[in-house]
């Protein structure tokens, strides 16, 4: 579950003493169009490098491993969505407040879908990636937790904010899930539909 990283082309120079323009979306783009046509057990390190147009030492400052590149700038995202939750007001439900963050964070542009397809069916179906997956997932999760203790006036480690974190990462899950089992479903939509019914508690459903 990561929002979609929109990278400007690749800019190559042959000039000596000239770095290439990059930036860690580029990288994760080339990367996830490799792992996409070659296989992700099959493209090494190194391929990403050359593709992208750049030596392995550098693409290493950018990424400290082959699985990490699929994620793309997944902190950058995290810290967007952290800034969101605290311009929230207080007033404002929690329950309406991480609906909110929920969609504001898995919103992608049309033009940019066939790209986050693709890069969701690595990260949700390459066995390889899993392990990796559930470290960036307990980082989105504790974003969660931090802003519900906060207004719980909870430690963020505690069982509830904890457990409503626990279940906005389900609710995501859940329509990246059906959305890409379903070539017609509208990603967007589901997160909606999920984000309303964890709000709404699952004891509104008799």
Not at 31 to 48: K, M, Q, Y
Not at 112 to 135: F, I, W
Request: glycine share 6%; net charge negative; aromatic share 6%.
């Amino acid at each position: 579950m990561t929002p979609p990283d929109a990278p400007a082309p690749l800019t190559q120079t042959g000039q000596p003493g000239r770095r290439p323009v990059t930036s860690r979306a580029q990288i994760s783009a080339v990367a996830i169009d490799l792992f996409t046509a070659n296989g992700f057990e099959e493209t090494s390190v190194d391929d990403v490098a050359d593709a992208a147009g750049i030596a392995r030492r550098t693409l290493f400052r950018y990424y400290p491993s082959k699985n990490a590149i699929a994620w793309g700038d997944f902190d950058g995202h995290l810290d967007a969505m952290r800034a969101l939750l605290a311009d929230i007001p207080p007033t404002e439900p929690i329950a309406d407040a991480l609906r909110r963050a929920l969609i504001s964070f898995n919103r992608v542009p049309p033009a940019e879908l066939a790209g986050h397809r693709r890069r969701m069916t690595l990260l949700l179906g390459v066995p390889a990636l899993q392990a990796h997956s559930m470290l960036m997932y307990a980082e989105w999760r504790q974003v969660v937790a931090e802003f519900c203790a906060q207004r719980l006036g909870l430690s963020d480690d505690d069982h509830l904010p904890q457990t409503i974190a626990w279940m906005c990462l389900g609710t995501a899950l859940a329509a990246y899930d059906q959305w890409l089992a379903d070539p017609d479903a509208d990603l967007e939509t589901l997160i909606i539909a999920g984000s309303r019914t964890l709000a709404e508690g699952v004891g509104a459903l008799s």
